[in-house]
């Protein structure tokens, strides 16, 4: 096939045609980019997900109970961890925790701290240690400064000595009961972190961060995703229930099976969208609950009045009363925000009558006032235009096609009939069930596979040649924790040992296409109709590189396709680098963390322009590639 690269026309794209969309969902924030390494280390619950001690086990013959005192640490965290101990016993007591599912232990500087109520005089030993040996890696004495009736915090720092070999280790606090007084000791909010991603503060786990900054997002859509809406209408994501001190955020009820400490909270996700240069995607709720609850237009006034008290704690000035709270809190700097969304997928939860009050009053109330105090803010509705909403311009709308590969290929010009009035950002697809499969009747795809990530090669292609129209696209979700999880085609899947991190095809895909960013479309002119290979084209006005992405999903002859490319106006002996990814397993082969195979083959080159202007190369079957001319 020859396809002419025309170097007039086309269109400016949204310029945040990536992106990342993040929910704890596969314990995706806590145990998994919030780098926290003690699992229920403020013994939070609730009716759904009781208090318990759930990874704490006794050290020495002490023993554990959860006591909700008259003094507890906050009223955010009403429950803590009594040990109790006689003074007769010779040894050290204490407890330890397991992490998620292990810790990683490396020779590195881990930051801690505990809050302790009771009398006592001495020091406390903080370490770590294998789970199957006992070997201590590292540990610290922390010398106590407890006090009777007081709750009081002990900070350290430990660096273990080496590498433990394995992530199977514990973390222990242990103490000498002689110096105890009153026969026990109360402790809450527990932790330790290793270093994390631009040593944030609370901050991100760095594996899993740089892997996410090497995609070349352009944005972050949060916090949810169905962890958004909540399981019920008393419990969905509260924003100003997740900020402040870690000791006052209750955490909450999640609607992935278990309770989130909220520790990555609305500041923790706007330090991320600054660490990594991220534009904010906000949602923020539309009093839709996952159980279809949904509240009445009577109602909903003082939901419509807490979201932009939260818009007005991320961008108001300090002289409001929400920047100053923001102020108060340490970060006296407004941040960024352009994009709200209004709810998630409100056409799917309580449908018909929760998605008919969205369209009657919801979608419209937020959407209004929001409009009426922030003019300049770009609001997202929760469905799209495919999902049978009429969405009032200049809002957009939101569209997840969670798919089978074929699909994407028979819907690749979905988007060319969308007016500049039907801006749609895709805020959530993946290829989910194979072709030809019983979809959402049957189980998820066990991870993500090739020919899945060839058909999202063809969706992605498809949004950017629209990129005028469609805002953006993210993958999701985006990450899994191999030990717990509730969905199993994410992009990156994770245990606490960093070393089986594990990148899948999709995320090889996705990382080829966002990396050569194009900020204007231009059109192409193929030679002959191709049945199998999709593309765009534009130029990078930043960096003044051209650009050709395309997949081939042929999945009929098993031949390879002939590609003869011509820039215009391209000068003569211009070179051009070409990346192309195929699978070495075949259109079923997907990245095992448990085998930790790669079947995702990357071949470079560069090409040389023939004497006839074109770059001529070859496209495998179930192969996508780039062309860059910036990068030779
Ligand atoms: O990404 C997983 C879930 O799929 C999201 O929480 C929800 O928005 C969608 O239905």
Not at 388 to 410: K, L, S
Not at 599 to 621: I, Q, R
Request: charged share 20%; with cysteine.
């Amino acid at each position: 096939v020859e396809i002419v690269v025309h170097s007039q026309g086309g269109n400016e794209t949204s310029r945040i045609p990536f992106g990342l969309m993040h929910e704890d969902i596969n314990n995706a924030g806590d145990g998994g980019i919030y780098a926290e390494l003690i699992r229920n280390r403020a013994f939070q619950g609730s009716k759904q997900y009781p208090v318990s001690l759930s990874s704490w086990t006794p050290i020495n013959g002490a023993i554990l109970s959860i006591k909700n005192l008259s003094t507890p640490l906050s009223a955010a965290l009403p429950s803590s961890m009594n040990v109790a101990t006689s003074s007769t016993v010779s040894k050290s007591v204490g407890f330890a925790n397991a992490g998620f599912w292990g810790i990683d232990v490396r020779k590195q500087k881990y930051k801690g701290s505990f809050y302790v109520r009771g009398s006592y005089k001495g020091s406390f030993k903080a370490s770590l240690q294998s789970a199957l040996t006992n070997e201590t890696f590292g540990s610290i004495k922390v010398e106590s400064k407890a006090r009777k009736n007081e709750w009081v915090q002990h900070q350290f720092i430990l660096v273990p000595e080496k590498d433990a070999p394995s992530s199977n280790n514990t973390f222990a606090v242990t103490f000498d009961p002689a110096g105890v007084t009153g026969g026990s000791l109360d402790f809450n909010l527990i932790s330790l972190f290793p270093p994390t991603y631009k040593n944030r503060e609370n901050g991100l786990r760095p594996d899993i961060a740089e892997a996410f900054a090497a995609l070349n997002p352009k944005f972050l859509r949060f916090p949810g995703g169905n962890a958004l809406e909540g399981p019920n209408l008393a419990n969905p994501w509260k924003w100003n229930e997740t900020i402040g001190p870690l000791k006052d955020r209750p955490g909450r009820p999640g609607v992935w099976g278990y309770q989130t400490s909220d520790g990555l909270g609305l500041v923790e996700y706007l330090h991320w969208c600054n660490d990594m240069g991220l534009e904010p995607i906000l949602a923020i709720w539309s009093g839709l609950a996952l159980d279809g609850a949904y509240i009445n237009e009577t109602d909903l006034a003082p939901w419509v009045e807490d979201a932009l008290n939260e818009i007005e704690f991320v961008r108001g000035d300090a002289s409001t009363p929400y920047g100053q709270l923001r102020a108060s809190l340490g970060y006296p700097e407004p941040w960024e925000l352009k994009f709200i969304e209004v709810g998630n997928e409100d056409w799917l939860a309580g449908a018909p009558s929760g998605y008919k009050s969205y369209t009657t009053y919801r979608f419209e109330a937020f959407k209004n006032a929001i409009e009426e105090k922030y003019p300049d803010m770009h609001i997202i509705a929760s469905p799209s235009v495919f999902d049978n909403m009429t969405i009032p311009a200049p809002a957009a709308g939101d569209y997840h096609p969670y798919r089978q590969p074929n699909d994407y290929y028979a819907e690749f010009d979905k988007f060319d009939n969308l007016t500049p009035d039907n801006l749609t950002l895709v805020g959530e697809f993946a290829a989910v069930h194979p072709n030809g499969g019983i979809d959402w009747a049957g189980q998820l795809h066990p991870f993500p596979w090739w020919i899945g990530g060839v058909g999202e090669a063809v969706f992605m292609i498809s949004t950017e040649r629209n990129g005028d129209r469609i805002l953006g696209a993210t993958y999701a979700p985006i990450l899994r924790n191999m030990n717990r999880w509730q969905w199993s085609v994410c992009m990156i899947e994770f245990e606490a040992d960093v070393k089986k991190t594990t990148l899948s095809t999709s995320y090889h895909i996705f990382q080829l296409i966002s990396t050569h960013p194009i900020t204007h479309n231009l059109p192409t002119t193929p030679s002959t109709n191709t049945s199998s290979l999709f593309f765009v084209a534009g130029k990078n006005e930043d960096t003044g590189s051209q650009i050709f992405k395309v997949a081939n999903y042929n999945t009929t002859d098993h031949q390879p396709t002939p590609v003869s490319l011509k820039f215009e106006g391209l000068q003569k002996g211009a070179t051009a680098g070409l990346t192309l990814l195929t699978s070495d397993a075949g259109p079923f082969g997907y990245n095992d963390p448990a085998k930790g195979n790669n079947v995702v083959v990357t071949t470079t080159k560069t090409l040389s322009m023939g004497d006839n202007g074109t770059f001529d190369f070859m496209m495998p079957e179930l192969s996508v590639a780039v062309v860059d001319i910036g990068i030779p």
